[in-house]
């Protein structure tokens, strides 16, 4: 039988097309550069550090520290920044004492799911936007939608961050990260205490970290490291 007659592996073909993609996709990572979140976090992230150019999901078990976690990571993707949600739910004074420029923020209100989507995919595909943030209000995107979004962060090279509410129904996506914050007890109101926990990452590996946010240095310290300076001080 002649090459040309012989039947193809449809699912070598296929396997060969994912492997492909995942190197595009891990290219176009690497391309955009990451931005760090803490020596101890970065270690867990490929590349050392978040992703631009990628979508990342915050599951808000405390919303107030979850959307303070949102506030430092657009803050150090340094640039204009879209947030959008159906209500004001970012207070921009607020959102300073995380490193945040209220004059690098702009606020979109779309009170409508698909509008909010269609903002949030628009802002991503734009290189004159370091990063933009959506609130999601009951379901969150599908995988389409969630790939589209994931295309248009790879488009623009800026930061995308899906911050939703922390449920056990929470479906699967093609987002990079998926991330849970919990707000914990805290000595110093300046100081609030988090606990962050990398619950899935593409290239990388889960894990959990005990934080404060130190306002003076605009840095995330480990709690574990402090506990220990303390203690043997």
């Known amino acids: 039988m002649a090459a040309a007659d012989q039947p193809v592996d449809r699912a070598a073909v296929f396997s060969a097309l994912r492997a492909r993609v995942a190197r595009m996709e891990r290219g176009a990572a690497a391309d955009a550069g990451t931005l760090s979140l803490s020596e101890e976090i ?10 631009r150019g990628a979508l990342h999901e915050v599951l808000a078990a405390d919303p107030g520290a979850a959307a303070a976690f949102c506030a430092l990571i657009l803050a150090r993707a340094t640039g204009c920044v879209v947030w959008i949600g159906a209500t004001p739910d ?20 779309a009170e409508r799911p698909a509008d909010g989507l269609w903002a949030f995919e628009e802002a991503l595909r734009s290189p004159a936007v370091a ?22 962060a790879e488009a623009g090279g ?8 922390d449920t056990e129904q929470t479906p699967p996506s093609p987002a990079r990260t998926r991330w849970r914050i919990n707000a914990t007890a805290a000595e110093d109101m300046e100081r609030p205490c988090w606990d962050v926990t990398l619950l899935r990452c593409s290239g990388g590996r889960p894990g959990a970290w005990p934080v404060m946010w130190e306002r003076d240095t605009a840095t995330l310290a480990s709690r574990r490291a402090r506990t220990l300076a303390t203690a043997y001080a």
């Not at 970065?42 to 992703?51: S, Y």
């Not at 800026?158 to 509410?165: D, E, N, S, T, Y």
């Open 158 to 165: 800026g930061v995308g961050l899906l911050l939703m509410a």
């Open 42 to 51: 970065d270690i867990a992230l490929p590349g050392g550090g978040l992703a």
């Open 131 to 152: 990063g933009a943030l959506l609130t999601v209000r009951g379901a969150p995107p599908d995988m389409v939608a969630g790939r589209r979004l994931q295309l248009a």
């Open 90 to 109: 970012a207070w921009p004074p607020g959102l300073s004492a995380f490193g945040l420029d209220p004059a690098d923020l702009v606020m979109v209100r």
